[in-house]
Antibody
Framework: EVQLVQSGAEVKKSGESLKISCKAS????????IAWVRQMPGKGLESMGI????????RYSPSFQGQVTFSADESINTAYLQWSSLKASDTATYYC???????????????WGQGTLVTVSS | DIQLTQSPSFLSASVGDRVTITCRAS??????LAWYQQKSGKAPKLLIY???SLQRGVPSRFSGSGSGREFTLTISSLQPEDFATYYC???????????FGQGTKLEIK
């Protein structure tokens, strides 16, 4: 069974660093892109970017370039999202999702983590 | 960058109703569109991919159509568990970067 299990909720202060995780199981971790998605309180879904765990090829959406860093450790089937200096505006729920590629050439987010709530106080 | 605009943003309907949500792309995206359902406090769930392909396990009352710039998600007969927020998503071919629509909240009338 495919599962993505994310790390627990975090409460941090502005300026602190943070790394949250997304542990994959039930499939070959290195063969699928992982997407990161932000959802601010009461708002919609925003694509942050993607990472390919096999070679850590990371692509960032323009709004998130330089603001966050994606990484992956294939030895423990885990993807990470990190901040070096949090801001209050980073308060949100963050989801990881597996990107499945079907035979017709379409990608889709077929499995999702349960989400990690990050609360940043100023 | 491609923008996706959903309409309406809010929709009030009754159990048994047929509802349609529209997603319009700022340029031709062929059929590279997916639909998701998100219930409060939960992760999104894939309903439709490639504009009209039903994800395994999703009830057949859900259907998707469209290509190019205009797409629709239709629920043929609303069930109580369908009240949620729905998002469209464009995923590029390579690399698979994506864009979401702003969402449509479906509420009970």
């Amino acid at each position: 069974e495919v599962q993505l299990v994310q790390s627990g909720a975090e409460v941090k202060k502005s300026g602190e660093s943070l790394k949250i995780s997304c542990k994959a199981s039930g499939y070959s971790f290195t063969n699928y892109w992982i997407a990161w998605v932000r959802q601010m309180p009461g708002k919609g879904l925003e694509s942050m970017g993607i990472i390919y765990p096999s070679d850590s090829d990371a692509r960032y959406s323009p709004s998130f370039q330089g603001q966050v860093t994606f990484s992956a450790d294939e030895s423990i089937n885990t993807a990470y999202l990190q901040w070096s200096s949090l801001k209050a505006s980073d308060t949100a729920t963050y989801y990881c999702a597996r990107l499945f590629y079907d035979s017709s050439g379409h990608y889709m987010c077929d499995y999702w983590g349960q989400g990690t709530l990050v609360t940043v106080s100023s | 960058d491609i923008q996706l605009t959903q309409s309406p943003s809010f929709l009030s309907a009754s159990v048994g109703d047929r509802v349609t949500i529209t997603c319009r792309a700022s340029q031709d995206i062929s059929n590279y569109l997916a639909w998701y359902q998100q219930k409060s406090g939960k992760a999104p769930k894939l309903l439709i991919y490639a504009a009209s392909s039903l994800q395994r396990g999703v009830p057949s009352r859900f259907s998707g159509s469209g290509s190019g710039r205009e797409f629709t998600l239709t629920i043929s007969s609303l069930q109580p568990e369908d009240f949620a927020t729905y998002y469209c998503q464009h995923l590029e071919t390579y690399p698979p970067k994506s864009t979401f629509g702003q969402g449509t909240k479906l509420e009970i009338k």
